[in-house]
């Protein structure tokens, strides 16, 4: 593939924030020779499992294959995530950019978050004379978040004005963070503060509805602004407050530094963009009417479209759903997923899955065959599979994947600047694989494409626990027919082969013969060479009898150290030439040398025409005293003989 491959760590991808700076990147990767691989989690959940399935995407690039790359570690909830990303770029000592969060080795396009903080405290205290404050924080572990959070109690300090540790709420950017702040004020004892200044505008949009809910004014009752501008003016009754920043021109930067670095073009190791505060409607301020009439039309348009668009393919997900869950084999299920990729139409997708999918019992697997050693089932394996690969409108076939090379090389047009994202597939901690999207109808950048992740990993599950139960049954049921120690029929199996054949040979008066066999001199065996050798005794006349009955006999393990050998329209001749067999196939065991002992058995058999009524065991009788007489004379010819 032509030009430099970068790898993109992001978190959410249905937020303004993370949309605006994709999109900048996305305008301008073709420009700077540049293709993107995008490795992108969901993992605003509290459940830890589902976390650890999110986060494992960020393990699947080998950065060493990287030419460069670019960061997002302040939409991470995890430092331990960012710190063991960041540890591995820099020993693949590739170039990176780390968009807001100041990394000091790092490239860095950013914003002055104190400066713009400042100016919107010193705003609502100087303008609006607000003396009692509320604020509703980041993470405390993020950067940004600290920095405007200490630019918000610096102002307020140089300006006596008390607050409360009460009245600073931290969230995690996120809009139940809203909310939940609301609701915490409200619990205090003093009751709501008279302005409340959110870290970003995703909390405070939310924030605004909570109070609007609780018949709460914004601005009449209280005052409320955010951070970041990524809200449109007429998407809420009040315009909101906040910071206009380029995070569009944040992405583009970011593209072009790396452009930079690789054609060796001196540049400055940090890049602060101008932002500037937008005081409006929430805060107090007044707003345009007239702006606002004309506003309004564009905004109903664009979420007619948005409505509709969400409609379709919330539709079109709702059937695949219940498509997806009604499969009751893998081949369907491809079947299904296939019919879904043409319907949203992709210039690229590949669905990739682990080669230890199905690793929960030790038997051939439907997908690739062979067995599987279980091993973790929590990391992508070296090697995947691509049941799916749809490039330019075609299925092409793919069998495997190597995890480095992560897409499959039919990719390979030679054209620059695309942007593939990668998503992560995976229940709880348990990683089935990922899927690779490039320039899709899939609305990446709603919420409900993260309802479609969860959808697809869900029906993975469903299908990887059909399959394993089905395989697990049908585990038992050879258990439940075959006996473990020598591998042949038990008794159980024995039954279950044989009652359609006998019961033919009862109704069309057909000849059956039954042959019962014993392991000579086994306690002898036992008591000289120990009771495995004994075992291995046993487990030879079960592979005299493997090799030897090879025109449709059914045979088992009768108990013990005894046989039983069945066979339809046999004759005298026939059940003679069988016996000669075993004898046969029983001397090349002891010419062979593998055993300290001597294989020695004899048989007996009777030959008759079955009666209604009569069960298949009562010929057992007949022929065990049939054998007896044999073993009789055996042990009289060689007393003879000594």
């Given at each position: 593939m032509?030009?430099y491959?970068?790898?993109l760590?992001?978190?959410?991808?249905d937020?303004?924030?993370?949309?605006?700076?994709l999109?900048g990147?996305?305008s301008?990767a073709?420009?700077?020779?540049l293709n993107?691989?995008?490795?992108?989690?969901?993992?605003g959940?509290?459940n830890?499992?589902?976390e650890?399935?999110?986060?494992?995407?960020?393990?699947?690039?080998?950065?060493r294959?990287?030419d460069?790359a670019?960061l997002?570690?302040?939409?991470?909830?995890?430092?331990?995530?960012?710190n063991e990303i960041?540890?591995?770029i820099?020993?693949?000592?590739?170039p990176?950019?780390?968009?807001d969060?100041?990394?000091?080795?790092l490239y860095h396009?950013g914003?002055?978050?104190?400066?713009?903080?400042r100016h919107?405290?010193e705003?609502?205290?100087?303008?609006?004379?607000y003396?009692r404050?509320g604020y509703?924080?980041?993470?405390?572990?993020n950067?940004?978040?600290?920095d405007r959070?200490?630019s918000?109690?610096e102002?307020l300090?140089?300006?006596?004005?008390p607050i409360s540790?009460?009245?600073?709420?931290?969230?995690n950017?996120?809009?139940p963070?809203g909310?939940?702040?609301?609701e915490h004020?409200?619990?205090?004892?003093y009751?709501?503060?008279?302005?409340?200044?959110?870290?970003?505008d995703v909390?405070?949009?939310s924030?605004i509805?909570?109070?609007?809910?609780?018949?709460?004014s914004?601005?009449?009752?209280?005052?409320v602004?955010?951070f970041?501008?990524?809200y449109?003016?007429h998407?809420?009754?009040v315009?909101?407050?906040?910071v206009?920043?380029?995070?569009a021109?944040?992405?583009?930067?970011?593209c072009?530094m790396l452009?930079?670095?690789?054609?060796?073009v001196d540049?400055?190791?940090?890049?602060?963009l101008?932002m500037?505060?937008?005081?409006?409607e929430?805060?107090g301020?007044?707003h345009?009417?007239?702006?606002d009439l004309?506003?309004f039309?564009?905004?109903?348009y664009r979420n007619?479209?948005?409505?509709e668009?969400?409609q379709?393919?919330?539709?079109?997900?709702?059937?695949?759903?219940v498509?997806?869950?009604?499969?009751?084999s893998f081949?369907?299920?491809?079947e299904?997923?296939?019919e879904f990729?043409?319907?949203?139409?992709p210039?690229?997708?590949?669905?990739c899955l682990c080669?230890?999918?199905l690793s929960?019992?030790?038997?051939?697997?439907?997908?690739?065959?062979?067995?599987y050693?279980?091993g973790?089932?929590?990391?992508y394996?070296?090697?995947?599979?691509?049941p799916?690969?749809y490039?330019?409108g075609?299925?092409?076939?793919v069998?495997t994947v190597?995890?480095?090379?992560?897409i499959p090389s039919?990719?390979d047009?030679g054209?620059?600047?695309?942007?593939?994202?990668?998503?992560?597939?995976?229940?709880?901690?348990?990683?089935?694989g990922y899927?690779?999207v490039?320039n899709?109808?899939?609305?990446?950048h709603?919420?409900m494409?993260?309802?479609?992740?969860?959808?697809l990993?869900?029906?993975?599950e469903?299908i990887r626990?059909?399959i394993?139960?089905?395989?697990?049954?049908?585990?038992l049921?050879?258990?439940?027919a075959?006996?473990?120690?020598?591998g042949i029929?038990?008794?159980?199996?024995?039954v279950?082969?044989?009652?359609s054949?006998y019961?033919?040979c009862?109704?069309?008066?057909?000849?059956?013969?039954?042959?019962?066999i014993?392991?000579?001199?086994?306690?002898?065996?036992?008591?000289?060479?120990?009771?495995?050798i004994?075992?291995n005794a046993?487990?030879?006349?079960a592979?005299?009898?493997?090799?030897?009955?090879?025109?449709?006999?059914?045979?088992?393990r009768?108990?013990?150290?005894e046989?039983?050998v069945?066979?339809a329209?046999?004759?005298e001749?026939?059940?003679?030439?069988?016996?000669?067999?075993?004898?046969?196939?029983?001397?090349?065991?002891?010419?062979?040398?593998?055993?300290?002992?001597?294989?020695?058995a004899s048989?007996?058999y009777?030959?008759a025409?079955?009666q209604?009524?009569?069960?298949i065991?009562n010929?057992v009788?007949?022929?065990?005293?049939v054998?007896?007489?044999q073993?009789?004379k055996?042990k009289?010819?060689?007393?003879?003989?000594g």
């Open positions: 032509n030009g491959k970068v790898a760590i992001i978190e959410e991808m937020q303004s924030y993370q949309t605006a700076i999109n990147i996305a301008s073709a420009e700077f020779s993107i691989s995008v490795f992108v989690s969901f993992s959940t509290i830890s499992d589902h650890k399935g999110e986060f494992n995407i960020f393990n699947l690039p080998d950065f294959d990287f460069g670019i997002l570690t302040n939409t991470l909830d995890q430092q331990s995530v960012v960041l540890g591995r820099k020993d693949a000592g590739i990176a950019v780390s968009i969060n100041d990394i000091p080795y396009v914003i002055d978050n104190k400066s713009a903080m919107i405290t705003h609502l205290i100087n303008v609006h004379g003396r404050f509703i924080s980041g993470p405390e572990s950067p940004e978040s600290a959070l200490a918000f109690l102002v300090k140089e300006h006596d004005i540790d009460d009245y600073i709420f931290y969230g950017f996120r809009a963070s909310r939940a702040a609301v004020f409200l619990s205090l004892e009751g709501l503060p008279e302005v409340i200044i959110s870290a970003n909390m405070a949009v924030a509805n909570c109070l609007t809910e609780k018949y709460i914004v601005p009449e009752d209280i005052a602004t955010g970041d501008n990524t449109s003016t998407n809420y009754q315009e909101l407050t906040s206009d920043r380029p995070l021109l944040s992405g583009r930067i970011a072009k452009a930079n670095h690789f054609n060796k540049q400055d190791r940090s890049v602060i101008n500037s505060p937008r005081f409006t929430s805060c301020c007044s345009n009417t007239q702006r004309l506003g039309k564009e905004l109903n007619y479209l948005r409505f668009k969400s379709n393919f919330m539709s079109q997900l709702n059937k695949l759903s498509d997806l869950l009604s499969t009751d081949e369907q299920y491809i299904i997923l296939k990729t043409k319907s949203i139409d210039e690229e997708y590949y669905f080669d230890n999918l929960d019992v030790n038997i051939e697997s439907p997908i690739s065959g062979g067995t050693d279980i973790d089932t929590s990391q394996t070296d090697e995947l599979i691509v799916i690969a490039v330019r075609e299925f092409i076939e069998d190597k995890r480095r090379d992560i039919v990719s047009n054209k620059s600047g695309k942007l593939f994202y990668h998503i992560p597939l995976h229940f709880g901690k348990r990683c089935f899927m690779v490039y899709s109808s899939l609305p990446l709603n919420s494409f993260e309802t479609f992740c969860i959808t990993s869900n029906s993975i469903n626990k059909l394993t139960l089905e395989s697990a049954l049908a585990h049921g050879k258990l439940y075959h006996d473990t120690f020598s029929y038990n008794r159980n199996g024995f279950q082969a044989t009652d054949v019961r033919d009862v109704h069309n008066h057909r000849d059956v013969m039954l042959m019962f014993d392991l000579d001199g086994l306690k002898k065996i036992n008591d000289t060479y120990g009771h495995n004994g075992d046993i487990c030879s006349i592979k005299v009898l493997v090799k030897s009955c090879v025109n449709g006999e059914i045979y088992c009768f108990g013990g150290d046989f039983i069945f066979a329209d046999y004759t001749s026939d059940a003679k030439r069988l016996t000669e067999t075993i004898e046969k196939n029983i001397a090349m065991v002891n010419e062979s040398g593998a055993n300290p002992f001597t294989l020695s048989t007996g009777v030959i025409k079955p209604e009524g009569e069960d065991f010929f009788t007949d022929a065990d005293n054998m007896y007489i073993k009789r055996k009289l010819s060689k007393y003879l003989k």
